[in-house]
């Protein structure tokens, strides 16, 4: 059983490149989410989805775009890459929102240069 | 707009002492609360949840939180800390009017000296 799994678990990236963050999830749940985790803020929210086929913005969507084609993948994509993007980015998913614990992944740590 | 804060960055306790990591939140609506444990290079690890009734949540690794309405808090509590309890903590908060997407604090770092 193994959870969240995030791939890849590292990549550097140049500015302006662009690259695709993959997460899959084996519990059949149907939220997943993408947090991204700064020094000093916690984690903040980027997109989410409630299930497939759909996705919703969360605090900072911008520069990124997300698809959740089949219900156990949720994708996130850094269409031109900007060294504020450079972060450590963790997906998570529950079983419904609002009340449900997530379950996190081991996370990407994104470098832009 | 829903918010949480973690007002201590760092709290250092000795082994075998207790342990407080304060949290207080704002939401509109009845709080969801939860508190998340992270390691070095691992994601975050649920340790308990409030969702209704007692206020006083027990959870895992002989952590323990009090859920207090009038002062909108939620401190994670431990009446013994151990070495291998020192890392990352962050306090979370949901509702069903408000987003209910989760909102994290910025977390507070326990730090437990032998």
């Known amino acids: 059983n193994a959870g969240v799994t995030q791939t890849p678990k590292f990549r550097v990236l140049k500015t302006g490149q662009s690259m695709t963050l993959l997460c899959a999830q084996d519990m059949n749940h149907e939220y997943m989410y993408w947090y991204r985790q700064d020094p000093g803020m916690g984690l903040r929210l980027i997109h989410y989805?409630?299930?497939?086929?759909?996705?919703a913005k969360g605090e900072v969507p911008d520069g990124y775009n997300v698809s959740r084609l089949k219900k156990q993948n949720f994708l996130l994509g850094l269409e031109s890459a900007a060294p504020s993007q450079t972060s450590v980015y963790f997906c998570?998913?529950?079983?419904?929102?609002?009340?449900?614990?997530?379950?996190f992944g081991d996370g990407t740590r994104l470098s832009i240069l | 707009a829903q918010s949480v804060a973690q007002p201590e960055d760092q709290v250092n306790v000795a082994e075998g002492n207790p342990l407080t990591v304060k949290c207080t939140y704002s939401?509109?609506?009845?709080?969801?609360l939860f508190w998340y444990v992270q390691y070095p290079n691992r994601g975050l690890q649920f340790l308990l949840k409030?969702?209704?009734?007692?206020?006083l949540v027990k959870g895992s690794y002989g952590f323990e939180a009090e859920f207090n309405k009038s002062q909108t808090s939620f401190h994670l509590k431990k009446p013994s800390a151990l070495v291998s309890d020192s890392a990352l903590y962050f306090c979370?908060?949901?509702?069903?009017?408000?987003?209910?997407?989760?909102?994290f604090g910025s977390g507070t770092r326990l730090q437990v000296q032998p």
């Open positions: 939401v509109s609506g009845n709080p969801y």
């Open positions: 409030y969702i209704t009734g007692d206020n």
């Open positions: 979370a908060v949901s509702s069903l009017t408000g987003r209910r997407a989760l909102t």
């Open positions: 989805s409630v299930g497939e086929g759909t996705t």
């Open positions: 998570a998913s529950s079983w419904t929102g609002s009340n449900q614990p997530q379950h």
